[in-house]
């Protein structure tokens, strides 16, 4: 049984930093791509960045791009997602996701359909 469990969301003001971690339970964790999306009130599910299995490739959103660091702990089963600069805009809940298949290889890291696994989320809030 796969489950993802999302932490280290809160309220934070416009310029501050957050890092949220994300652990897996189950098995295989290494061999799997891990994403983080968020969803603002009233909008779609985005993405924000994804990290293939071994770690040597990430992707970004272009709304997060110099401002958000994707990362993992092989060793942990956890996947980060380092904050910095935030602001109002970024505003939602930020969910965790792993992908269908091991070692997968894609045209498209940020497509959502490509992720079978999803956490519950945690809510970011950033205040102006």
């Known amino acids: 049984q796969v489950q993802l469990v999302e932490s280290g969301g809160g309220l934070v003001q416009a310029g501050d930093s957050l890092r949220l971690s994300c652990v897996m339970s189950?098995?295989?964790?290494?061999?799997?791509?891990m994403a983080w999306f968020r969803q603002a009130p009233g909008q779609q599910r985005e993405p924000v960045a994804s990290i293939i299995w071994n770690g040597e490739s990430t992707f970004y959103a272009d709304s997060v791009k110099g401002r958000f660091t994707i990362s993992r702990n092989n060793a942990e089963n956890t996947i980060f997602l380092q904050m910095n600069s935030l602001s109002p805009e970024d505003t939602a809940i930020y969910y965790c996701a792993r992908d269908r298949e091991p070692y997968t290889r894609r045209t498209n890291y940020l497509d959502a359909a490509m992720y079978y696994y999803w956490g519950r989320g945690t809510q970011v809030t950033v205040s102006a």
């Open positions: 189950g098995p295989h964790f290494p061999t799997f791509t």
